[in-house]
């Protein structure tokens, strides 16, 4: 897998078909839908999508849509991600804490955004998979790590924002507790076999949440343990 990750990057950063393909992602999918973040879209022509997908995805790095990764899993649509991203709004000095790594994508995207981003990945096999692919790419503000991201990362303190990459009917109370007072968390909410909405929560500075609802999508679902 090392090798396979080295050769991604390299051939990643030498290809000028990548950069176009991913320029054309952000001008077409993600600014042309309506994201307006500058910061956002800045990291999105930055990271390079095709390193977080295997060999015989990487074809399908920036097409408008999921792609399988291991473990029945998958790597958002680009557009979703970058809508997650924008409705957190991620300050320089913020920390981050995600919940389902998967591949490690939207943790580098984070990374270009914030301060320290934390990530949690229940499948043990996708961990190393995506420290390998953040390493070769430079990103030393990340920790990934094997863990129930229903129980969030108690030994890190709170987080200034939490983005979750799985679906629940719920927000799990904890990952309430672990959010900053003004801190966001953005979670799909709904059935994990039906409707979803991807749903944005800010802690007021009393505690209590203001919930908006941003837009209807499918992930797969939020599993403990």
């Known amino acids: 897998m090392h090798g396979e990750v080295v050769r991604a990057v390299k ?15 952000v001008d077409v999918q993600i600014a042309g839908r309506g994201i307006r973040s500058r910061r956002v879209l800045l990291a999105m022509r930055q990271v390079p999508r095709e390193v977080f997908l295997g060999r015989r995805f990487a074809e399908a790095a920036y097409e408008d849509s999921a792609v399988p990764i291991p473990k029945g899993q998958t790597i958002s649509q680009p557009y979703i991600v970058a809508r997650m991203l924008e409705a957190a709004a991620i300050a320089k000095s913020e920390r981050v804490l995600e919940i389902g790594a998967g591949s490690g994508y939207l943790a580098a995207l984070a990374a270009k955004l914030g301060r320290e981003v934390c990530a949690l990945e229940r499948h043990e096999a996708l961990v190393e998979r995506a420290r390998s692919r953040l390493r070769h790419l430079g ?59 991807l749903t944005k929560l800010t802690r007021e500075p009393d505690g209590s949440f203001i919930e908006e609802r941003i837009e209807e999508v499918r992930f797969v679902p939020l599993i403990s343990g």
Do not use: Y
Not at 11 to 25: H, I, V, Y
Not at 155 to 170: C, K, N, R, T
């Open 11 to 25: 051939e990643s950063k030498r290809s000028k078909r990548s950069r176009f393909l991913r320029d054309a992602m």
């Open 139 to 197: 990103c030393r503000n990340v920790d990934v790590r094997h863990g129930d991201g229903t129980a969030g990362w108690p030994e890190g303190g709170q987080f200034d924002v939490i983005l979750v990459s799985a679906a629940g009917a719920e927000t799990p109370a904890v990952l309430k507790t672990q959010l900053t007072l003004l801190g966001r968390l953005v979670i799909p909410i709904g059935d994990p076999n039906g409707v979803q909405w």
